[in-house]
């Protein structure tokens, strides 16, 4: 299928794509987009479910929220009754908080010990969880690093993402566009290292 060219760049293509309204109202208010997948872990997401609880929201799509216990838990194996052993009672309470909620909210998890429990931001790409202009947004700020796999998507906060997953939207101000150049002379022996923005 042959596409015509629009004159877009990717991104603006994936933010138009998943615009539920425009950024049209008088009072300057953002765009709100519609949000394809959560990533969570049991760092963030406490306050994110008790902000859901205490206004009596529920998830619009639960499966699309992801959660894995990454943070809090020991790198150490488990012991030879197969249990880990977590020392640290701030995060024991973490990780059975992110239990709890997820059997509250209906979202799958990846709890220790799963072959799919990991990082929240390398499980994502590597369970193919994320796919190119897909939206996403996660409360970690490394989910930065799924920007190369052509998709949109914001490490917020844990004040503002909650009100991201009952409606699977999110209302974020469009970036500007940013423009890369390079001024290294191109020859043989540049590298990255050797770019800068302009």
């Known amino acids: 299928m042959h596409m015509q060219p629009t004159g877009l760049t990717l991104f603006d293509t994936i933010w138009d794509d998943h615009r539920v309204n425009a950024e049209s109202a008088p ?3 953002p765009d709100t987009l519609y949000i394809d997948l959560h990533l969570i872990h049991e760092v963030t997401s406490p306050q994110a479910f008790s902000i859901l609880r205490g206004r009596g929201l529920k998830l619009r799509r639960p ?42 909210f209906g979202v799958p998890l990846f709890p220790m ?4 429990q990991g990082i929240v931001h390398v499980t994502a790409p590597e369970l193919g969880l994320i796919q190119p202009g897909m939206t996403i947004v996660c409360g970690d700020s490394h989910t930065a690093t799924h920007g190369a796999s052509a998709l949109w998507l914001s490490a917020s906060a844990p004040a503002r993402w909650p009100m991201s997953l009952p409606p699977n939207a999110s209302s974020p101000h469009g970036p500007r566009p940013s423009r890369f150049g390079s001024t290294a002379p191109s020859n043989r022996g540049s590298r990255p290292r050797t770019s800068s923005y302009r």
């Open 27 to 29: 009072d300057g208010s």
């Open 63 to 104: 499966g699309q929220t992801v959660a894995t216990m990454d943070h809090s838990i020991p790198s150490t194996p488990p012991g030879p009754d197969g249990k880990y052993v977590i020392e640290d009672p701030d995060a024991v309470i973490q990780l059975d908080a992110l239990e709890s909620n997820c059997t509250e």
């Open 113 to 116: 010990g799963h072959e799919n």
